[in-house]
């Protein structure tokens, strides 16, 4: 049921309701039912037919009210992110560029003058940094809510290759998920949860492919990311660089998920397990 049909529900039955009881009256009633009795009983069939339904259709209405501005938050979180995101790629982004040009006018100016300078260290971090950078403007970017579909959900298969595709990696997929009726906040951190896995597997793992399943259904999930990479080891310094690691685990445990990391030379695996809570009352409203 529609917002706009409720409205004119909760305008119309008790109108309904008070017109059918006097019809009833006093075309059958009236040799048994006195009018004053009449009267007394018409406020309490009223009270019992229409509070029920008025309950549940007001219940109705408030749910898709918190729904409408869970979004609206939403939609104002993703729009600051994509303002950040055009900041720094007009910015940082576009500053470093000038920078590794002005690196290679500066080397051959050099070269030309006959001097020698090993320019291949400062050209090297320069492109490190200029590709976190962009990785930070797409991470900002993804997911917007122009990739999600015209119904409100999320092309969960479609965007994953997209992302695999964005690292230039291979992709293996058993995906058995249905999760159009999940909260747009739990497609919106799962979705950033894979991606940083992905981008994680191709970044510290050296790998060419990456492997992503999802089972179990509409309140429950279970998704994994594995790869055949190099592995990694906790409690080692190296470990405590991998910032996408720890950014998947904030955003598991902001959203009450389990996560579980585990790694051996040859394969690593990052399992999120967890179930959309966020909107049960909504999904309950729309059956």
């Known amino acids: 049921m529609s917002y706009k049909i409720t409205k004119w529900m909760i305008l119309i039955v008790p109108t309904l309701v008070v017109g059918i009881w006097e019809y009833v009256r006093h075309q ?8 004053e009795l009449g009267n007394i009983l018409t406020p309490f069939i009223l009270f019992g037919v229409c509070v029920p339904l008025l309950h549940r259709w007001f219940s ?3 749910q ?20 950040l995101a055009r900041e720094l790629h007009d910015g940082i982004a576009q500053s470093l560029f000038l920078l590794s040009v002005k690196v290679d006018r500066a080397e051959r100016q050099q070269a030309e003058a ?27 970017r993804v997911p917007p809510d122009s990739r999600l579909s015209e119904s409100g959900t999320a092309d969960f ?8 595709e964005e690292r230039q990696l291979g992709l293996s997929m058993d995906w058995r998920l249905n999760e159009k009726d999940w909260s747009p906040r739990t497609r919106m951190e799962l979705l950033a949860c894979i991606r940083e896995a992905i981008v994680n597997a191709g970044k510290h793992g050296g790998v060419q492919e990456v492997c992503v399943t999802g089972t179990g259904d509409a309140r429950r999930f279970r998704v994994s990311v594995m ?4 592995g990694f080891q906790a409690d080692k310094p ?18 009450g998920w389990t996560l579980q990391v585990t790694s051996r030379p040859g394969k690593t695996t990052v399992e999120i397990a967890g179930g959309d809570g966020l909107d049960e009352g909504t999904r309950t409203g729309r059956r």
């Open 238 to 255: 190296q470990a405590k660089g991998r910032y996408g690691l720890q950014i998947i685990r904030e955003r598991a445990e902001a959203m």
């Open 157 to 164: 298969p479609g965007l994953i290759r997209q992302m695999a």
């Open 227 to 230: 790869d055949e990479g190099t």
């Open 64 to 83: 898709m009210q918190e729904e409408l501005q869970r979004e609206r938050a939403l939609k104002a979180r993703l729009e600051q992110r994509e303002q």
């Open 60 to 62: 109705y209405l408030e």
């Open 28 to 35: 059958f009633l009236m040799p048994y039912l006195s009018m």
């Open 114 to 140: 006959g001097q020698a300078y090993d320019w291949h260290e400062l050209r090297k971090t320069i492109h490190e940094v200029n590709r976190y950078v962009r990785e930070a403007i797409s991470d900002l």
